[in-house]
């Protein structure tokens, strides 16, 4: 008898997919429709936009104004700055059949850094994936809102003045060990040797751990210079895009071995800190310690994020590994290139040296490694700094995508979907904002002379709330060390002009032809 009962249940649910088939069909045709409809008038809107804004001639079917960057990336470069200084500060280009609206008037820059709704990262971002995956630089508005939280709080100024110490004794390797095989030599790799000081600086205030690159000589800063490199190539060469295409290129075999030396690299670091971890997790166990309950904001920051876990708001091994590799790469490519840029500076300004060498006496003497209350008596170094900054702005560009809610700027409304590009080198060296911006002038950041500047006329860490995380601690790192190196060291510049030194942009910005500045011991 049941037979019937379940055949006609079973005819029962039939009838109903059958008629829930159509149903669901429908549903996701209206989705899909009503997307399309969105992402259409989306695009319309920016075309509109794009139609109204200035525009640089030689515009080609598909390729838009990419054919005019092809060539060595010194000449896009070249090509992308003349861009911004014949049609900005805000103008708009198409990248094949992208378009990119620059942003490069110093009222608009703020209204975008501060805006809740261009918080997210633009397209070019994704091809940073492979070497810092989706670590805080990169990582989609949702993770990264949750993410800076957690790790602002390990870069407060409390944790900062201990990392002093840190910056002496990695400083000290570097002046008393390093540099003394220098002394009067030329065509120094000065790249590799900063970038392992800060290696080594930023192994051991954020994660807790001694990588003694300067000493071991470790290869991370030639793979990171290869990855970098290759990053930029693809983002200027529009058919790097296609990954059918890259994938083939020698290029790409390079990329993915260096970032494989990377991901090895920072792998080990983790793997050491979270044995040391657990270790200190069964001690607190039995002995009742409060490792547990230490307030989180004083951890360094690998340790914060494995306390994180720990307690239940778990990093897979992925997510852990990219925030890691995002401060190797951030924190290093960056503070060496300005620590060679601003050496070249001073090399070139013997004058502005021997100052910067006086006030360095004056704080600390010849012996005494700086500490925390002593970096902010650094002035003059400090204004040097920020001109070096400005100048040679490592971070020439900035991207980012307009998500959730249009943003009004002083000429126009940037459309949800639209893609700006913040050209951070072009607005330093403009001369509406800067007098004579092809010299050396610290004076300029003498506080009287910043308070009749628009703020966002200088932006070397960018700025608002996807602001750099390290900025602080940047500055006081590089004070540290460049006091330490010039009150023993006297720097010379070969290049005599900052016109001479032509720059290419490897997504950090770098001379075309290498650091030309050496040093001799002072007597
Ligand atoms: C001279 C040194 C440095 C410069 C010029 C610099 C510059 C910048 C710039 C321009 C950005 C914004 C990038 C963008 O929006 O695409 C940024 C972001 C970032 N920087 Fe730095 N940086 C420096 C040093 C450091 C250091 C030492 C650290 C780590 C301690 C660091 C960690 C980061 C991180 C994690 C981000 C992503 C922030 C976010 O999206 O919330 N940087 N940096």
Redesign the pocket.
């Known amino acids: 008898m049941s037979v019937p009962v379940a055949s006609s249940e079973m005819d029962n649910g039939i009838a109903k997919t059958v008629y829930a088939f159509p149903v669901i069909l429908a549903l996701l045709i209206v989705t899909w429709m009503m997307w399309f409809l969105k992402y259409r008038n989306e695009k319309r809107r920016i075309y509109e936009l794009m139609a109204t804004v200035k525009q640089p001639p030689s515009c080609y079917p598909i390729f838009g104004h990419s054919l005019n960057f092809v060539g060595t990336p010194t000449y896009a470069f070249q090509k992308i700055t003349e861009y911004f200084f014949n049609y900005g500060p805000n103008f708009g280009i198409w990248f094949g059949n992208m378009p990119l609206v620059v942003i490069g008037k110093p009222e608009d820059l703020e209204t975008v850094l501060m805006s809740q709704h261009c918080v997210s ?1 633009s397209y070019f ?1 994704k091809f940073t994936g492979i070497v810092v995956g989706e ?3 990169s ?1 989609p508005a949702h993770k ?1 809102r949750r993410n ?1 939280k957690l ?1 602002q709080p390990t ?1 407060n100024s409390r944790i900062l003045d201990h990392f002093v110490q840190i910056f002496g004794n990695t400083s000290s390797i570097c002046v008393n060990e390093i540099l003394p095989k220098y002394i009067n030599k030329r065509n120094i790799e000065w790249y590799n040797i900063f970038t392992s000081v ?1 290696l080594d600086t ?1 192994s051991q205030t ?1 994660m807790g751990i001694n990588t003694d690159a300067q000493r071991i000589q470790i290869p991370f800063s030639k793979h990171l210079e290869i990855a970098m490199k290759a990053v930029y190539l693809r983002f200027v060469t529009i058919y790097y895009h296609l990954d059918f295409i890259f994938n083939r290129t020698s290029l790409c075999k390079e990329l993915r071995a260096s970032a494989k030396y990377i991901d090895g690299f920072t792998d080990k670091v983790i793997k050491e800190k979270k044995a040391e971890f657990n270790e200190k997790l069964k001690d607190s166990e039995q002995e009742v310690s409060t490792f547990d309950e230490a307030p989180i904001k004083r951890k360094v920051f690998l340790e914060m994020l494995l306390e994180i876990d720990h307690k239940g708001m778990k990093f897979t091994d992925k997510e852990l590994r990219d925030e890691v590799k ?2 190797f790469v ?2 290093t490519d ?2 060496a ?2 620590t060679c840029f601003f050496l070249s500076m001073m090399g070139m300004h013997q004058e502005i040296q021997q100052q910067v060498y006086e006030e360095i006496m004056e704080v600390v003497g010849e012996e005494r490694t700086p500490e925390p209350e002593d970096l902010p008596k650094f002035q003059l170094l400090e204004r040097c700094i920020k001109e070096t ?1 400005r100048l040679f ?3 020439p560009f ?3 995508k307009v998500k959730g809610k249009d943003v009004t700027l002083s000429e126009f409304t940037l459309p949800v979907g639209t893609t700006l590009l913040l050209p ?1 080198f072009y607005v330093h060296r403009c001369a509406d904002y800067w007098d004579e911006p092809l010299k050396f002038k610290p004076e300029r950041f003498r506080p009287e002379e910043v308070a009749k500047r628009h703020p966002y006329t200088f ?4 700025a608002g709330l ?6 602080r ?2 500055y006081m ?2 004070k540290t060390l460049l006091s330490m190196i010039l009150r023993k060291y006297k720097v010379y510049c070969d290049y005599k002009s900052i016109e001479e030194i032509k720059v290419k942009n490897y997504v950090v910005l770098r001379p075309i032809d290498g650091f030309k500045f050496h040093i001799q011991e002072r007597k």
């Open positions: 990262k971002y670590g805080l630089f990582a990264w800076r790790i870069f800060n930023i954020a995002t401060f951030g924190g960056t503070s290139v300005t900054c702005s490592p971070a900035v991207s980012r951070i932006l070397p860490f960018s996807r602001g750099c995380v390290g900025m601690y940047s790192n590089m």
